[in-house]
């Protein structure tokens, strides 16, 4: 197949990131490269199947694709219209199915549209394209015939999905079926090399090695899943090695995979920056947030959804912020456009300088039309971080939060716990669960036999609550007492005391806010990587690498000296952060650096977690960045807010149930 002219490694030209990639292949490589010939002038058709249309929405809006000549977007497993005089461009999977579906339309006397335009989403088999070439009447009517290699969705400017939501249960589940984990693991395999084909990127591949207790243990199928996956990487990028034009030779990336065991915490613990806690707490359905607004007419108030995406540039700003920090922003953007606006300034009088309401807000856009858009935004997110606030102050989240970090920091225990729920008797059903399920993450095996009862009984956890954190196991938490600090954790013990830590806090960080200590293991494995400093036995390579790209990468990793800090007390760091900090967790803070920053970037790492990824994974990977100077890629099987793994920790010893039947 053929790549647009623009090289999109990490090397030449202007530096475009992951999401700018995929979205300019899908529109000028494939859409606008149908426009040939006398076909320039003319509407297309475009036929997708249910997850190729997933792929386009997350990196193309509409408007995008109706300026490419598309004025009708069809599915290819529902009865259309014959459009003889229209051609149609088929963004398809290179599945059996789809094939007979194409031909079926193309075939005859009588095809249903003038001319097709076919990219596959990954390869194809050569079965398939012989059962198309068999086709006479076909074979002229076929404008174009490519492998796109593109078949995955791209969720943020440096993150993606495979779409495997039940990875969990098929990988990690009680009952082990190595033939279904296989074939999952292969799709996964193939989705992920077209990330690389499509950034023509060829890796430095590394993964998580199995870890097993003794000589005398068998090693188990989830034991092997980073190495399975792994090689199957490498099988796919071997072959598009031979098969790609201009695909490199030698190494110019890293990719380092993982599974879910390698930080069993991350999906669970409350993460306190603005993105997370929105999805945590308000139950949203994916980016879309429902709010009231006060009708236009005078009647009831209105229901209106909003996306919270990159383009609102409120939330690209606070979206990685401290939910206190964004609080404060807020109320400073609002406090001064009040101060620069005379009708604003009445309105705000009107309520004697207190607090301003939704509808204050939208009384002020009737005042002043020209800036509906800029209140209307700043109305929302003020709305938003009210809300969320109310939740942390009603559910006392504040203290859980402080018991969570605590636990994991070596700095509290079951005990802890047991009192927490004794002198908290209004705490959640789900808050409950979330910190016995950390407890079991880090504490397994008090959480066998009667033991375990009482603790669930005390929590009074109902029968699939109980399946949860029983099934933390399942992810590896079982033997993680016995296995070194290199197995599913780092577990720090100290002669003083009995508590067990599964983090340590890390130095030359100056914590600026409460409730910010707890990170994701994967921020240490990255930073580690970036140095060169990963251990090979328990992150072994699939490739060696060529001494000439070991120096590049030596010289692409700008390695600066730690700036010297005091670490304060864990207790010192107050809700609200100076406003001259600059901590590298915040948008704005990456914001005053992008412009610079991508033109000057080193090689690309990609981490892929199998099972799940987390905000908090996603938001470190913004964070080291600016900071590694290399744009970190985030890939995973889904992206899990809390109540969604919780789901899944639930399912993994459940049979004949889907994830509608379970409610948190």
Not at 90 to 95: E, L, S
Request: net charge neutral.
């Amino acid at each position: 197949m053929s790549y647009s002219d623009s090289d999109s490694s990490s090397y030449g030209g202007d530096y475009k990131n992951f999401k700018q990639i995929s979205r300019e292949r899908l529109l000028y490589e494939m859409l606008r490269s149908a426009k040939t010939g006398t076909s320039k002038s003319t509407w297309k058709v475009l036929i997708m199947d249910k997850l190729t249309v997933k792929i386009m929405s997350h990196s193309c809006k509409m408007a995008d694709i109706t300026q490419e000549g598309v004025s009708l977007v069809e599915d290819i497993h529902r009865r259309r219209q014959p459009l003889p005089s229209m051609e149609a461009i088929y963004f398809i999977q290179p599945t059996k199915e789809n094939v007979i579906m194409f031909l079926s339309d193309m075939s005859g006397r009588s095809p249903l549209y003038k001319k097709a335009f076919v990219f596959f989403s990954s390869p194809i088999s050569r079965e398939l394209v012989t059962h198309i070439k068999k086709d006479s009447t076909v074979i002229p009517r076929i404008g174009a015939l490519r492998e796109m290699n593109l078949e995955y969705f791209a969720i943020d400017s440096q993150g993606f999905v495979t779409d495997d939501e039940r990875a969990l249960e098929e990988l990690f589940g009680d009952e082990e079926n190595s033939r279904r984990g296989d074939a999952c693991l292969n799709v996964m395999a193939s989705r992920i090399a077209t990330v690389f084909a499509s950034l023509r990127e060829f890796p430095l591949v590394r993964y998580r090695a199995a870890k097993s207790l003794d000589t005398m243990t068998m090693t188990t199928f989830s034991d092997l899943i980073p190495t399975k996956l792994a090689a199957g990487v490498w099988n796919c990028l071997m072959k598009y090695k031979q098969s790609i034009e201009n695909f490199p030779q030698t190494e110019t990336c890293d990719l380092l995979i993982l599974d879910r065991s390698v930080d069993q915490v991350a999906p669970i613990i409350h993460e306190w920056t603005y993105d997370a806690i929105c999805r945590d707490l308000l139950n949203m359905e994916g980016n879309k947030y429902v709010h009231e607004v006060p009708s236009k007419t005078g009647g009831p108030p209105e229901k209106k959804e909003v996306l919270l995406e990159e383009h609102d540039p409120l939330w690209l700003e606070l979206r990685h912020a401290h939910i206190a920090d964004a609080s404060e922003r807020l109320h400073e953007k609002m406090t001064s456009f009040i101060s620069k606006n005379k009708a604003a300034q009445i309105q705000h009088s009107a309520r004697d300088g207190g607090e301003l309401s939704t509808k204050d807000l939208q009384k002020m856009v009737q005042a002043l039309p020209q800036y509906s858009d800029q209140i209307d935004k700043l109305s929302l997110h003020v709305e938003i971080a009210g809300k969320i606030n109310r939740i942390i102050r009603e559910q006392r989240l504040r203290e859980l939060g402080q018991l969570e970090q605590d636990l994991v920091f070596g700095d509290a225990g079951l005990k802890d716990v047991v009192k927490f729920f004794t002198t908290n008797e209004d705490v959640t059903r789900e808050n409950k669960l979330r910190l016995l399920m950390i407890l079991a993450a880090i504490y397994p095996e008090k959480f066998q036999g009667e033991k375990g009862q009482n603790i669930m009984k005390l929590a009074r956890l109902q029968s699939d609550d109980i399946t949860a954190v029983n099934n933390m196991r399942l992810l590896g938490g079982a033997s993680d007492i016995k296995k070194s600090s290199t197995g599913a954790f780092s577990l720090k013990f100290d002669i003083n005391k009995k508590k067990r830590a599964v983090r340590k806090d890390r130095t030359g960080e100056e914590q600026t806010w409460q409730l910010s200590r707890f990170y994701p293991m994967i921020e240490e494995l990255i930073e580690k990587l970036g140095k060169k400093e990963l251990p090979k036995d328990d992150y072994p390579c699939m490739n060696e690498p060529s001494p000439t790209v070991h120096a590049k990468n030596q010289s692409a990793a700008i390695s600066q000296p730690p700036v010297a800090h005091s670490m304060r007390s864990r207790r010192t760091p107050t809700w609200a952060r100076p406003r001259n900090s600059d901590d590298g967790y915040s948008s704005d803070s990456v914001l005053r650096h992008a412009s610079s920053d991508f033109k000057k970037m080193g090689q690309r790492i990609f981490v892929f977690i199998v099972g799940g990824a987390t905000r908090s994974e996603l938001r470190v990977c913004h964070k080291l960045t600016r900071k590694l100077n290399r744009e970190i890629i985030l890939g995973s099987t889904s992206l899990d807010d809390p109540p969604q793994f919780i789901t899944k920790m639930k399912m993994l010893t459940v049979d004949e149930l889907s994830l509608d039947d379970i409610q948190i």
